[in-house]
């Protein structure tokens, strides 16, 4: 920074070769006569005087807004206004009359004492060099068991570089044939997941631009203002996360899928926790949203542990989802179901619930695990009474299936709604893109959605 009692560049400024005379003058040259002084010399010299000072400061307020300063108007009348009061007598005054008048910040300290040098000095002001910030990368680093000795002798860069495809191959690999360390990686990542949420509108009205006219808001501003016309005020519906209620199926042939269904929960909980309800099925139905709203996974696990009496049971979900129904938390929400449809029940009430649940959902969504083998056929007869309802049936056995649902929950994905079925396309593209209880092309069979490929799978 610039010595104030002397010239920014450290000697007496005489200007370059094409400075201005009235420059030379105001900083380093003759003095400009104020007072007694221009009195004496004539009213005439003494307004030339001034009328080349305004010229010479504003043009250097120019080079300043060149160089990113913002020295606009107002703040060159204050440096003008400054420079009347101090007389600028010395280079000092006009230097710290412009730095306190026209600098807005500590960053505008550095380019205001090149231009200051430039500009009464007569050099060509250098820009800065450019300094790009260094940019830290995370890496997640998958440890496997077994492989210690193998990655002993690998190096520090054969490991990183190993890193990206290691975890591209855990994204699409079946949860059920994971390495204890590999399902701790999965749950690591689940727990670092924020998913969004799809939007519904809200009955309580915002302040908004456009919209129904709000009296009060109006009247308000009205009297505000004395009585004076006003703006006028508008209000609107709002939006808020549609509600997200899952199942998790908690049964035998669900057990090496629950834990990682739970862990995707716990984080559907984490993230609205006001508009996720979550339950397992069994042989009853158990709400485990309020140990779930925990904020550690590991601890979350612990007390849905506890909380679950039917691990490794049977599944009926035909009568759990008549006692879901008894229930307000599906009207209006998305229902995910985690199930195998193993259904140890009779399969025509399962049917009869899940054509009520489709009416009364907002959208159905089915999550069968081994729907991410390609040979998989929907055969069971559970899934064979649930599929004619179900918005959208998506695989969840591995990361890259959680991820596919999450983007379902947000809104997107082929589930769309309709006139069949209470308003809602069952199937969708996710099944073959027909309505149920029709024919045509896609479901499971030649022509629809059993092996005969004609109507409803019971037909």
Not at 165 to 182: G, K, N, P, Q
Not at 214 to 243: I, S
Not at 339 to 353: F, I, K, M, P, V
Not at 415 to 421: D, L, S, T, V
Request: proline residues 8%; positive net charge.
């Amino acid at each position: 920074m610039p010595d104030p009692g002397r010239d920014p560049r450290g000697t007496p400024s005489t200007g370059g070769p094409g400075e201005p005379a009235v420059v030379r003058e105001a900083v380093g040259g003759p003095r400009v006569p104020s007072g007694e002084s221009a009195a004496a010399e004539g009213p005439g010299a003494a307004d030339d005087d001034r009328a080349a000072l305004v010229r010479a400061m504003t043009g250097f307020a120019r080079t300043l807004r060149a160089a990113g300063v913002p020295a606009d108007h107002q703040r060159t009348q204050g440096f003008l206004a400054a420079l009347r009061e101090l007389g600028a007598r010395e280079p000092r005054d006009v230097y710290w009359a412009g730095r306190l008048t026209l600098c807005s910040g500590p960053d505008d300290l550095d380019r205001y004492d090149r231009c200051f040098t430039a500009y009464f000095g007569g050099e060509r002001p250098r820009p800065a060099a450019r300094v790009t910030p260094a940019v830290a990368v995370t890496r997640f680093v998958l440890h496997q068991e077994g492989s210690g000795e193998r990655d002993e002798g690998r190096g520090e860069e054969s490991a990183a570089a190993a890193t990206a495809s290691e975890i591209e191959v855990l994204r699409h690999r079946d949860v059920a044939r994971m390495t204890a360390a590999e399902r701790r990686e999965v749950a690591r990542l689940l727990g670092m997941l924020r998913s969004a949420r799809e939007r519904r509108r809200s009955r309580r009205r915002t302040p908004s631009h456009r919209g129904a006219l709000d009296g009060r808001r109006t009247v308000r501003e009205a009297v505000r203002r004395g009585g004076e016309p006003a703006r006028l005020r508008f209000r609107a519906p709002g939006e808020k996360p549609r509600r997200v209620v899952m199942l998790v199926d908690v049964s035998g042939s669900m057990a090496p899928y629950a834990d990682t269904l739970l862990r995707f929960a716990h984080a559907l909980v984490r993230a609205e926790p006001r508009a996720t309800e979550v339950f397992s099925v069994g042989t009853r139905l158990t709400r485990v949203t309020a140990e779930l709203r925990q904020r550690d996974p590991a601890a979350a696990m612990d007390a849905v542990s506890a909380a679950i009496p039917d691990w490794s049971g049977g599944t009926r979900l035909g009568e759990e989802l008549k006692e879901l129904l008894r229930l307000p938390d599906p009207r209006g929400a998305v229902v995910v179901i985690a199930s195998d449809g193993w259904e140890r029940g009779d399969a025509s009430l399962l049917g009869r619930q899940m054509e009520r649940l489709a009416r009364l959902a907002h959208r159905v969504i089915w999550v069968n695990p081994h729907k991410g083998d390609p040979a998989y056929r929907p055969l069971t007869a559970g899934m064979r009474a649930a599929l004619p309802y179900i918005t959208d049936f998506v695989a969840g056995h591995s990361l890259a299936a959680f991820e596919e649902l999450a983007l379902r929950l947000a809104g997107g994905g082929p589930g769309r709604r309709g006139p069949a079925h209470g308003g809602h396309v069952r199937g969708g593209p996710a099944l073959g893109g027909r309505a149920a209880g029709g024919q045509g092309p896609g479901g499971w069979g030649p022509g629809g959605w059993g092996p005969g490929g004609r109507g409803r799978p019971d037909a």
